[in-house]
Each structure stands twice: as C-alpha cells, then as structure tokens.
C-alpha cells in the first residue's frame, strides 16, 4: 500500500539501485535465512556487548543474526529485518515485497538487543564499522558503506558521536536517520 504513495513504481522505471550501493542497516540485525534478503546481504557485524541484551550468548562478533525479543511466548520484533527489507528486499521475485532500492545491497549491523535496547558506544561502534572506521570489533568491512540508515532512538546530545558524524560525512557517507 506504501509503495504508490512514495511514488515506488515511478521511481524504478529510473532505477532499482546499484549492486555496488551498500546500505548499512545499525539496527536489531537480520534474520539472514529470510527470502526477501536473499543475495541482497554483505557481511555484517554484532556489537551488541552486554549478553544478557544480546540474547545470543555472547558479546560483540561477526554475525549479525536477531535472536528476536520473544521471551516467555512474547512477541517478536525484528525491526532490523523490516528496515533492511524496506531498503533492500529483492525485486521481481514472486516473493514477499520489493525494497526501495532492490538492487543495492544491505550490510547488517547489530547494535541493538533485547526490546530494542541499546547504548549510544554500541551503535557508534556499529557506525564507525559501517564507515570503514576503527572500531572495537579490530575488523573492518570488505566494502565501507555508501549510505547509513539508523532508524532507531537515541541519547541526548553526545558531540563525540556528532564528532562521528562529521567525520563519516566527510569521507563521503550519507547518514538517515529516523526515529519515532
């Protein structure tokens, strides 16, 4: 239903995105087993460091699977992977939905856990890794990300992650956030 109020079909008549795009997604992290993400996925990474958040045993670590939020017969979430399909689903498939940009590619960045809950160091970490940047993941991306998609809440003013920001930007990144 959202897809004409945007203007989607007319917008892929110009373009479905680029493979060579890759969004990250700093957010509950993916279910990488869904169809609509099939083929549409770079590596990734967790930085979710408390376990008891993460819910997946462990701390920060290179798989960015969402674990969900059901604990007890509760709901599932998994905002991470509706985001990343809202970006990237892939298109002209016969399956689920079509992504704004259905061409490019989704790198999973996990920075929130159980309920959504995070920490401002968490998602920075997520950031600088998605950017190419140091991190405390001692990794790096095969590929930064072109775009960073936040689609989440967050602390009051930091000017070190508005120091962040600045320095992602320079290097060419586009930041969108969300929150609501």
């Avoid at 930085?47 to 017969?73: E, L, N, T």
């Avoid at 991470?80 to 989704?106: D, E, F, P």
């Avoid at 790096?140 to 960073?148: E, G, V």
């Amino acid at each position: 239903w959202h897809c004409p109020l945007v203007g989607l079909p007319e917008a892929w008549d110009t373009t479905t995105g680029d493979p060579g795009v890759v969004v990250a997604v700093v957010d509950t992290g993916i279910l990488a087993n869904h169809p609509d993400l099939a083929g549409q996925l770079v590596d990734g990474y967790d930085f979710v460091r408390d376990p008891d958040s993460a819910r997946d045993g462990d701390g920060i670590d290179p798989d960015p699977q969402d674990p969900g939020d059901s604990q007890g017969g509760g709901s599932e979430s998994f905002h991470g992977t509706h985001v990343s399909g809202t970006v990237a689903a892939r298109g002209n498939n016969q399956l689920g939905v079509a992504g704004v940009a259905y061409s490019s590619r989704i790198m999973p960045i996990r920075a929130l856990g159980a309920g959504g809950g995070g920490t401002s160091y968490d998602v920075d970490q997520a950031v600088r890794f998605a950017a190419g940047l140091a991190n405390d993941s001692g990794t790096l991306p095969q590929q930064p990300a072109d775009i960073i998609n936040l689609s989440l809440g967050g602390a009051p003013f930091s000017q070190a992650t508005q120091n962040l920001y600045e320095q992602v930007r320079a290097a060419g990144i586009l930041v969108v956030a969300a929150a609501g």
